[in-house]
Structure formats: C-alpha cells, structure tokens
C-alpha cells in the first residue's frame, strides 16, 4: 500500500480549512490532492483535532 505524503495533522488541518470558508474544489487545487481523495479523508478523520507538538 503506498504511503500518503500527508500525515495525519495535515489531513486533519486541511478538513478543518475546509469546514471554515474555503470551497472543496479551490482547498484541494491549492494542496494539490483530488477531491475524491479529500471525501475519503474526511470520512475517515472527520471529528479529530489536529495534534500539536511543542518542540
């Protein structure tokens, strides 16, 4: 299975921008994944919060 080049914060960050005010098509062009792909993304992460780490 091939590995995704987002990890999981990401995934998470983008469906929070998604849920403010930028339209799915213009998200997905401006972080180059298929819009197919971000639906499958919020079905599975939808309700988790982005971790962050304090280094």
Do not use: A, D, P
């Given at each position: 299975?091939?590995?995704?080049?987002?990890?999981?914060?990401?995934?998470?960050?983008m469906i929070k921008e998604a849920e403010t005010s930028v339209p799915v098509p213009e998200m997905c062009r401006k972080h180059g994944v298929g819009q197919s792909t971000f639906y499958k993304w919020r079905s599975k992460y939808d309700g988790m919060e982005p971790m962050m780490f304090n280094a």
């Open positions: 299975m091939r590995k995704s080049k987002f990890t999981e914060t990401q995934i998470v960050g």
